[in-house]
């Protein structure tokens, strides 16, 4: 017996001899840490997601368990140092176990900080607000602190829609938006996987994105319409930008039309487009804002919703409504907030979002070599600093015939997706983490921390580029291959 078995699941414990509650059959956290990867795939299956664990398989994620974690790098059980180009979908800007902000939180605990936010008011609450509005362009002044992208975009739409009033209750979004999986946010996240049957709220109008003609159109023809969510770079829909003009011809629209603009930067946020905004790019400023992801410096989990004092304050600026969607239990908690405080230092210090704009140009322009290189492989490379898309041709029309037998049997899922094949291939052969995306399956999203330097873009493209360079057939055939012996 592993120590993750239980000899009888459904028998009731016996009380104790003592009368006392009996301990249930508990894994302490230094078992925790010393689990195989046996007892990690029991325990994932058991009790966490059993069908996602079927996809970590696809990929061969299944056979790492990581042992630590530092800068740019996982370690693995066997010392394999993984080169992370993941940078878990943008919340690493720091990397792994920054030493600041690991000291900061050590300082914190030691001297015995208190973490509740909601009885008394906070020093940390209130200096990690005035930090974020003190990043913020224009009256962005007023911060509302939760703990996820879903919950700090939940509030910019409620306070959204509060401002706009009962006469305007439309939200627009965009076509493969995401925005997160919530119930409120999922009637603005335009993925039918993630809506499945649910009954979302109906006052939503969708449009394509980047299209400034379709947003004119939606404003002119319907007066309810009181707000207009974008992510500001599509992350999900496979790092989708629109060019400049459409933004400022979107705050022209809103203040024509008295719509507000609620700019999700959950994911291009925070340095990582090259300025800490990517709206910031284009000389425009939204209404609402949303940051989450490297907010918390990859050791808290902290998200804000940011507003203009205006607006702030029409939805919930009297004693009467400032209840309404005030801090959630966990919103503003003192490590957590402290963490994001010495992270937002650390960035400015390190001048991390300049060195996202230089390391994210030389990216691009590597990856643009590598497009040349390989025509018949690589369809796009796009994205701004360090959010950027790598996108495969299309699958039918890059498989030779002869190859048809070998992909068919594989999974569905996999079937036309040259970047699962290549994501799983850079792992295994080159120990490199990639990420794919929502909605479309032959983009690889590259979002490393921000202390990425040029010799980790070196070390990922040699890496691409002898993967690349063993073509189409072998590639495919490698990770069949790899499939089969798993
Ligand atoms: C643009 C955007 N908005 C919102 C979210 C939701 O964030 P979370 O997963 O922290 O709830 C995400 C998550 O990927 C995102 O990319």
């Known amino acids: 017996m592993t120590m993750l078995d239980k000899p009888n699941r459904t028998a009731v414990p016996a009380p104790s001899l003592d009368g006392g509650v009996p301990r249930p059959n508990l894994i302490s956290v230094e078992q925790a840490k010393a689990m195989s990867i046996g007892d990690i795939t029991t325990a994932f299956k058991d009790h966490l997601n059993p069908g996602q664990l079927h996809f970590m398989k696809l990929l061969g994620f299944h056979k790492v368990k990581i042992e630590s974690a530092e800068g740019m790098f996982y370690t693995d059980q066997n010392g394999r140092k993984i080169l992370d180009f993941f940078g878990g979908f943008g919340s690493l800007a720091f990397g792994h176990n920054h030493p600041r902000i690991l000291e900061a939180r050590r300082k914190f605990q030691d001297e015995k900080r208190h973490e509740i936010a909601i009885a008394f008011m906070s020093q ?45 209750p439309k939200v627009v979004y965009a076509e493969n938006s995401f925005h997160g999986k919530t119930k409120g946010v999922l009637a603005i996240t335009d993925g039918q996987l993630y809506r499945a049957d649910f009954k979302l709220t ?16 939606a404003f002119r023809s319907d007066p309810e319409i009181g707000v207009i969510v974008l992510e500001t770079i599509q992350g999900g829909g496979g790092i989708i930008q629109a060019p400049a003009e459409y933004w400022q011809q979107l705050r022209a629209l809103c203040d024509r039309y008295g719509v507000l603009w609620v700019a999700d930067e959950v994911q291009c946020g925070y340095g990582r487009s090259g300025r800490f905004y990517a709206f910031e790019h284009y000389g425009v400023v939204p ?16 998200g804000a919703m940011i507003a203009r004092r205006e607006v702030y304050m029409k939805a919930y600026g009297t004693s009467k409504t400032a209840m309404i969607h005030a801090m959630a239990t966990f919103g503003g908690m003192g490590e957590a907030c402290i963490t994001a405080i010495e992270g937002i230092n650390v960035l400015y210090d390190e001048q991390l979002i300049d060195r996202a704009a230089d390391s994210g140009d030389y990216l691009f322009e590597r990856l643009q070599a590598l497009k040349e290189k390989y025509p018949k492989i690589i369809k796009d490379v796009r994205g701004k600093g360090l959010m950027v898309g790598l996108e495969f041709q299309d699958f039918s029309q890059t498989l030779p015939m002869v190859l048809r037998p070998v992909v068919s049997v594989l999974d569905d899922k996999l079937k036309g997706s040259l970047s699962g094949f290549i994501g799983a291939l850079l792992l295994r052969d080159y120990d490199v983490l990639v990420a794919f995306t929502e909605y479309n399956r032959n983009v690889i999203r590259l979002e490393p921390p921000l202390i990425c330097e040029r010799a980790h873009v070196d070390q990922f493209i040699a890496a691409l580029d002898d993967l690349l360079g063993r073509g189409i057939v072998r590639i495919v055939k490698d990770f069949v291959g790899s499939q089969i012996g798993s």
Not at 202 to 217: G, K, L, M, S, Y
Not at 292 to 297: F, I, Q, Y
């Open 124 to 168: 940390y609450a209130a200096a990690l607000a005035k930090n974020i509005a003190a990043c913020s362009p224009g009256d962005l002044d007023m911060v509302f602190l939760g703990s996820s992208g879903s919950e700090a975009m939940e509030a910019a739409i409620k306070l959204a829609e509060r401002a706009a009033g009962p006469k305007r």
């Open 202 to 217: 109906d006052n939503t109008v969708r449009v394509p994105f980047a299209d400034i003609q379709a947003v004119e159109d």
């Open 287 to 302: 209404d609402v804002t949303a940051l989450a992801k490297s907010l918390g410096a990859g050791k808290a989990a902290v």
